[in-house]
T-cell receptor, first 116, second 111 residues
């Protein structure tokens, strides 16, 4: 059973370009979470999605950021018109269902985004 | 809003010494607390998960304690090894799904 997969692992963009980050959850998992880790900071929750639904996007910046988890295919985190402050590691996690207090989220290796 | 703090930010010890990593959180209404290990360029590996009703969890050389009322957790690593060098993250779950992370403690174990 493959773990959570993210691609690309590293992404370089110039200011103003678009960044697309992909996350394939573990097999059998229908819940996906995105976190962002800025340099020298902890991971910050961005968004929680189920198939075809955004459940909680309270951690997403109001502009330029969007996320989706279609019925088929990976979850996508999209950043439009990137700025240098978007440079960070973006982690995806998945779980099989709404978690009980006993369960954990399984994290992918992350995508390191660098904006020049 | 849950705030999670980890002290110290970095720690360097000789091989064989015991490690003590601290985590504090501001809101004691939690579901559980989890310790993760993060290696450079890699994802997060879950080490220990302590439910809110528990006081500690143990796995091999690792032991984590939880004092929910005071908002504190401590991760102990016995007889440290160079392979223990990594960043250790503390995360608190305050609702069904959202994890709040500390900034981590970066550990270096010198051979």
């Amino acid at each position: 059973n493959a773990g959570v997969m993210q691609n690309p692992r590293h992404l370089v963009r110039r200011r103003g370009q678009e960044a697309r980050l992909r996350c394939s959850p573990m097999k059998g998992h229908s819940h996906v979470y995105w976190y962002r880790q800025l340099p020298e900071e902890g991971l910050k929750f961005m968004v929680y999605l189920q198939k075809e639904n955004i459940i909680d996007e309270s951690g997403m910046p109001k502009e330029r950021f969007s996320a989706e988890f279609p019925k088929e295919g990976p979850s996508i985190l999209r950043i439009q018109q990137v700025v240098r402050g978007d440079s960070a590691a973006y982690f995806c996690a998945s779980s099989p269902r709404i978690e009980t207090f006993q369960e954990t989220q399984y994290f992918g290796p992350g995508t390191r985004l660098l904006v020049l | 809003k849950q705030e999670v703090t980890q002290i110290p930010a970095a720690l360097s010890v000789p091989e064989g010494e015991n490690l003590v990593l601290n985590c504090s959180f501001t809101d004691s209404a939690i579901y559980n607390l989890q310790w993760f290990r993060q290696d450079p360029g890699k994802g997060l590996t879950s080490l220990l998960l302590i439910q809110s009703s528990q006081r500690e969890q143990t796995s091999g050389r690792l032991n984590a304690s939880l004092d929910k009322s005071s908002g504190r957790s401590t991760l102990y690593i016995a007889a440290s090894q160079p392979g223990d060098s990594a960043t250790y993250l503390c995360a608190v779950k305050s609702n069904d799904y959202k994890l709040s992370f500390g900034a981590g403690t970066t550990v270096t174990v010198r051979a």
